[in-house]
Every structure is written in structure tokens, then in C-alpha cells.
């Protein structure tokens, strides 16, 4: 089967530096995304990663271990209106149709 | 800019009404998904289209059915709404094929009563 796990939530401070993890559990692989996502809104894609190391976007860096199942998403300088959930997201089945699972969740509060 | 609209924010329904619910996207994408999000339970898939005419159950398809007719557009419909069925909708679409990501619409907030 297939699993994916992250810290339900998260708190931070406004400048700092912190790391949301993923681990999942798949049958085949093909890369893994993070998405974001504002309270009431729609989640907005962030990154994808198919080969290992970090790939770095901005304040935002996505980081995979295919050899351990792991991922994590590293937000730098962080803002206020950082404040949102992040999800991980594998595609089905390791299938390249595009189906994604989703993981739950991590509920990130940037405090001042 | 790729964009994904859903026919409605809020909608409020009664139990046992027959509920429509429209999604359309404009960047001639192949695939097109439903989903569901609930508190604590994340997002849900319920259905998913590869193409025209084509269409996979996801997790949870109990209760909800799916029409793709054209390439642009999915509906998803609940048959008979009953209160469990209340929660945010989600449409998605992407390209098909490795490394393409989901472009989500603003979502639908159903209230069944």
C-alpha cells in the first residue's frame, strides 16, 4: 500500500528557518511534490523532485532520499504570510498517469 | 495563466436533493480530478478522468458519480446529498505524464441540511 506522513502542525517564528518533513511509502516511485496552502483556499504547487538532493527555489527548498522514503521542504526567512499548510504528494501507484496521494497535512503558524 | 473554476463557492442543499457540481479548466489538460477535504482527514480523491468519456474511481466514490463529455469540463454529482457528504470540493486538472502538477480550482463549500 501506500502511506505518507507529517507532522499534523507546526509553529515558527517570523525570520527563522524551519523544515517540514515527509516520509512515504510507495510501490514504484516518480517523484514527489509539495504543495501550499492558505486557510479557505486551494492548494498551490511548490516543487517537484524526482532525483535526490535538494533543489532551492527562492526562500523555499525541497529536499528528497529516494533511498529513505524522505522528503522535506525547508522555508527560509520565514513571513508571515507563510502561515498556510503544506501538503507531500506522490504519485499513485508510482504510476505517470498524474494521480497523486496526498499526505494530510502540516499546519505551519509563523509567529511574530 | 492556467485556470480551473468551479461553478460555485457556497451552495447549500437538503438531503436527498440531486447536487450538481461543475468544474472547468482552460489549458486543454488531459487529466481532471475530484476530491474532497475534510478537517483532519486531508484531501480525499473521489474520481479521476484521464480523457473524454474516461473515468476511474478514486478513494472514497461512494454516493458520487462523474460526467467528462468534453475535454474541459467534469461534473461531479451526488445522486441523493445526505449530511456526511458535507465538505469542501475540490477540482483539479494536469497534464498527463511524469512531473506534471495539479492546478486546483477555488473550491466549493457544500452544506447539506
Known amino acids: 500500500g501506500q502511506n505518507i506522513d507529517q507532522p499534523t502542525e507546526m509553529t515558527a517564528t517570523e525570520g527563522a528557518i524551519v523544515q517540514i518533513n515527509c516520509t512515504y511509502q510507495?510501490?514504484?516511485?516518480?517523484?514527489l511534490f509539495w504543495y501550499q496552502q492558505h486557510a479557505g483556499e486551494a492548494p498551490t504547487f511548490l516543487s517537484y523532485?524526482?532525483?535526490?538532493g535538494l533543489e532551492e527555489k527562492g526562500r523555499f527548498s525541497s529536499f528528497l532520499s529516494r533511498s529513505k522514503g524522505y522528503s522535506y521542504l525547508l522555508l527560509k526567512e520565514l513571513q508571515m504570510k507563510d502561515s498556510a499548510s503544506y501538503l507531500c504528494a506522490v504519485p499513485r501507484g508510482g504510476g505517470s498517469q498524474g494521480n497523486l496521494i496526498f499526505g494530510k497535512g502540516t499546519k505551519l503558524s509563523v509567529k511574530p | 495563466d492556467v485556470k480551473v473554476t468551479q461553478s460555485s463557492r457556497y451552495l447549500v442543499k437538503r438531503t436527498g436533493e440531486k447536487v450538481f457540481l461543475e468544474c472547468v479548466q482552460d489549458?486543454?489538460?488531459?487529466?481532471m480530478f475530484w476530491y474532497r477535504q475534510d478537517p483532519g482527514l486531508g484531501l480525499r480523491l473521489i474520481y479521476f478522468s484521464y480523457d473524454v468519456k474516461m473515468k476511474e474511481k478514486g478513494d472514497i466514490p461512494e454516493g458520487y458519480s462523474v460526467s467528462r463529455e468534453k475535454k474541459e469540463r467534469f461534473s461531479l454529482i451526488l445522486e441523493s446529498a445526505s449530511t456526511n457528504q458535507t465538505s469542501m470540493y475540490l477540482c483539479?486538472?494536469?497534464?498527463?505524464?511524469?512531473?506534471?502538477?495539479?492546478?486546483f480550482g477555488p473550491g466549493t463549500r457544500l452544506t447539506v441540511l
Open positions: 510507495t510501490s514504484g516511485f516518480n517523484g
Open positions: 489549458m486543454d489538460h488531459e487529466n
Open positions: 523532485n524526482v532525483l535526490d
Open positions: 483539479a486538472s494536469s497534464r498527463a505524464g511524469l512531473g506534471n502538477e495539479q492546478f
